[in-house]
């Protein structure tokens, strides 16, 4: 019997048992309330609770076994789960009508049942965390046995090829030390792309989000804003799609007009497209700031005789400067993550140069092309990944962490 | 004396005052330049995005004779005239082997029916590409003639991907996009609003919670290509979810979008002005009758809203479904969860790495489709909010 056929199993026999324990219940309730007995809960809720009693146990039992077969203490046969899980529902449901007396609180013990239900739903998302970390963490040690840190963090190679030919059995044709994984390339290229996007992306909405807060008026602002985020709702494959088949082509002719010859996957191209994409991040967090600045300060300026723009450079930017750096520091971080407009436009030749004219990859992409295609799941080309997506997350996170701490600084000053 | 007078009264004739104002002036320009290039770009975005692909909604069809004869039997192709074998498409003429052997009765007859016209024929007459001289002046002749017609490309629709550009369609990609959108949600509403709920409603302020909370705004500034690492190596490598299925693909983005069902669904709850919780506890409900019988219903739109926009979201994205290998070619559409399937933007993404210039135009016109579904449902969200939102 299949895990699913199981589970699916189990529930169906669950449901109808658990409206026969609400029936019940809340007949036993009815009936003694009818004799004119006062009961402390709702007819329900005494319903609800023998459900409860006939449910939860019988379901924590499935999901222990489940636990256990799954890490491999004991495997127990998935019948004698079944039927195991279905006779403690079984006494659950006597024990929980036995139960039911005029002081048992039952609409105290549902909230309580509930309370833990709630928590152990708002758990997962810890979880979650938990598991990235962990299955990364754990995947990149074992990469990190086979390949040095310190050729990791400091090599300028990157070529991780030859393990393919490893992997297919035929490691004796490659000479010793044939792949290099020097990440230093890779990261150059996402802090080149990274630079470019903000440079586009932080003039345009800065200035835009001034616009808005300042300048326009109420109908100006309501129009703007929507059409800026329709912006942040492309999906990144679209642009992708701009940056490669519309952007390129431009950008290559134009530096050919100048005498420059671009590669068609410059890393400028891409760079520039995903800047149009954090435009909207960097214009809405900015306006947000901006217009939670007190008005008494802009007051005080325009009392001073300063003109709307010196009161937005000399008193109103100075003040939004934390917010303004925070949203920032969340474009560098949605920057560094992206990965399909690079996968899509930039290169992937690992290429160390100062040059936004030539291709350049990025370790998104790179993650990327080391995990499709039929590689072996151990390959340390497979692994490398894991390793690159462990340092791209400890680096977002903590542009994250920085992010929220100066927003949170900067409300507490102003609020 | 007059200079001196001027500065005092700060006149608008004086020449520092006039710079100030000319510089004033200067910076609302380059705010509403700022602006406008924004503006521009999108335009630029979606004229280019719709002029590659609105031809796609169209393609050539030949009026062909297919002649099941004897050769027909072993290769499609040679049912065909000799002369239109290379306008007519392959793939339109590669099931007349299957064909004739399901039906018997078939062979030896002939019969008059419209084909696709091949990739290349339909992209010159579409202006895209170029043809050898003497094909083109065939092609032209038979358009003078009305044996090739331009007709809707319901196919694209009702089909899946092919190799042959001129029969490739969203259709398989769609239902994927759909059975994983279904795990998705089935996977994050339930617990998004659960935990929503606890943090708001139930959660004592203490160390738990705010670990809860610090965490939750972090998972969704995470890049999501974590997220497809995270679903490779725990859902994948530890249980042992099928590769490419809808399944895994569902549950990474379960986990994506989950964070953002729960900060919406948590803005929703605490829109729910704290009169109405009282009011409740007052007439003796508990907690839990609170919330499900008062705070719930007035707060739904709201954590629709959310919902709606968190599955826009999760149905645009595309690196974590590559890295859980969603890019499989999948010409038939999936049944299950459990089979290999692709989704619509791993689609797009397909075929903008194919090199032949036909599927351009089917980048396109997927995106065109992609980008009609999101902006709808961005829309309905839009839509939900101010029909439903109620000031207090």
């Not at chain 2, 459990?338 to 210039?357: C, D, G, I, M, Y």
Request: charged share 15%; net charge neutral.
């Amino acid at each position: 019997m299949g895990i699913g056929l199981t589970t699916l199993l189990l529930l169906a026999a669950l449901a109808p048992l658990g409206f026969l324990a609400y029936r019940l219940g809340r007949g036993k309730a009815l009936s003694a309330m009818a004799a004119g007995i006062s009961m402390h809960s709702r007819p329900q809720q005494y319903g609800w609770y023998s459900v409860v009693w006939m449910g939860l146990p019988a379901l924590g039992v499935a999901i222990a076994a489940g636990l256990l077969s799954l890490f491999g203490v004991i495997s127990p046969a998935r019948e004698l789960v079944l039927i195991v899980s279905l006779a403690i529902a079984l006494l659950g449901l006597a024990q929980g009508l036995r139960a039911i007396r005029p002081e048992v609180r039952a609409r105290n013990a549902l909230d309580g049942v509930i309370r833990w239900l709630l928590l152990s739903a708002a758990l997962i998302s810890i979880v979650t965390t938990v598991a990235i970390v962990l299955s990364i963490l754990f995947e990149a040690m074992r990469f990190f046995r086979e390949v040095s840190v310190w050729e990791f963090v400091t090599g300028t190679v990157w070529s991780p090829g030859d393990t393919f030919l490893e992997a297919a059995g035929r490691g004796d044709e490659v000479g010793e030390n044939t792949s290099f994984f020097g990440s230093v390339p890779l990261f150059a290229g996402t802090f080149m792309v990274t630079a470019i996007a903000m440079a586009t992306a932080l003039p345009i909405g800065l200035l835009s989000a001034i616009f808005m807060s300042e300048y326009a008026s109420h109908r100006q602002r309501g129009f703007a804003k929507p059409i800026l985020e329709i912006l942040a709702g492309i999906p990144t494959v679209v642009y992708g799609f701009f940056a490669a088949i519309t952007v390129t082509p431009i950008i290559v002719d134009i530096a050919a007009f100048f005498g420059l010859d671009a590669s068609y996957s410059n890393i400028l191209s891409p760079g520039i497209v995903m800047g149009i994409m954090i435009i909207p991040f960097i214009s809405s967090l900015s306006d947000d700031v901006i217009n939670s600045i007190p008005q008494s300060l802009r007051q005080g300026a325009y009392a001073l005789g300063t003109t709307k723009s010196e009161t937005i450079q000399k008193v109103i930017l100075p003040a939004a400067l934390p917010g303004v750096i925070s949203a920032f520091l969340l474009g560098v971080s949605r920057a560094l993550g992206e990965t399909m407009i690079v996968v899509m436009a930039a290169g992937v030749r690992p290429n160390l140069t100062w040059n936004p004219l030539e291709d350049m990859t990025t370790v998104t992409v790179s993650i990327v092309y080391s995990l499709t295609g039929d590689l072996a799941f151990d390959s340390p080309q497979t692994l490398s990944a894991f390793a690159l997506g462990l340092v791209l997350f400890i680096v977002t996170l903590s542009l994250n962490l920085v992010s929220t701490y100066l927003v949170r600084r900067f409300k507490q000053k102003y609020d | 004396m007059s200079t001196t007078q001027s500065r005092l009264t700060g006149s608008a004739n004086d020449p520092r005052i006039k710079a100030r104002y000319r510089k004033e002036k200067r910076f609302k320009a380059y705010t509403i330049a700022a602006l406008f290039t924004a503006f521009a770009i999108i335009v630029a975005f979606f004229t280019d995005i719709i002029s590659q692909g609105y031809t796609a909604f169209w393609r050539a069809e030949v009026n062909v004779t297919l002649d099941y004869n004897e050769r027909a039997e072993r290769i499609g192709r040679f049912a065909l005239a000799e002369d239109m074998r290379d306008i007519a498409s392959r793939g339109a003429v590669r099931s007349i082997p299957l064909e004739i052997k399901n039906n018997p009765e078939l062979a030896g007859t002939t019969r008059q029916t419209w084909v696709p016209a091949y990739s290349r024929i339909d992209q010159y007459l579409k202006g895209r590409e170029e043809l050898p001289p003497e094909l083109a002046r065939q092609v032209d002749a038979m358009v003078e003639a009305g044996t090739i017609r331009s007709s809707f490309n319901w196919a694209f629709f009702t089909s899946g991907d092919s190799k042959l550009p001129e029969l490739a369609g969203i259709f398989s990609a769609a239902v994927g996009s759909v059975l994983v959108l279904f795990v998705t949600l089935v996977f994050a509403f339930p617990i998004g609003v659960m935990s929503a709920i606890y943090l708001e409603e139930f959660a004592p302020d203490n160390k738990l919670t705010q670990a809860i909370e610090v965490n939750i705004n972090n998972l969704a500034a995470v890049p999501s290509i974590i997220f497809g690492l995270l679903g490779l190596a725990v859902f994948i490598g530890t249980f042992g979810v099928p590769r490419s299925s809808a399944l895994v693909g569902g549950l990474t983005l379960g986990l994506m979008t989950l964070p953002i069902i729960i900060i919406s669904t948590r803005a929703a709850l605490r829109a729910v002005p704290d009169p109405i919780r009282l009011g409740a506890f007052a007439m003796g409900c508990s907690r839990w009758q609170v919330v499900r019988d008062h705070v719930l219903p007035l707060s739904l739109p709201g954590i629709l809203t959310g919902t709606i926009i968190g599955l826009a979201q999760a149905m645009g994205e595309t690196a974590p479904l590559i890295i859980v290998g969603m890019i499989a070619y999948i010409p038939d559409a999936p049944s299950s969860i459990f089979e290999s399937a692709t989704v619509l933007p791993a689609q797009v993404f397909t075929w903008a790495s194919e090199p032949r210039k036909a599927f351009v135009e089917k980048t396109a016109a997927g995106i065109i489709v992609l980008l009609a579904i999101l902006l709808t449902l961005n829309a309905t969200a839009v839509f939900l909010r101010r029909k439903f939102e109620r000031r207090w």
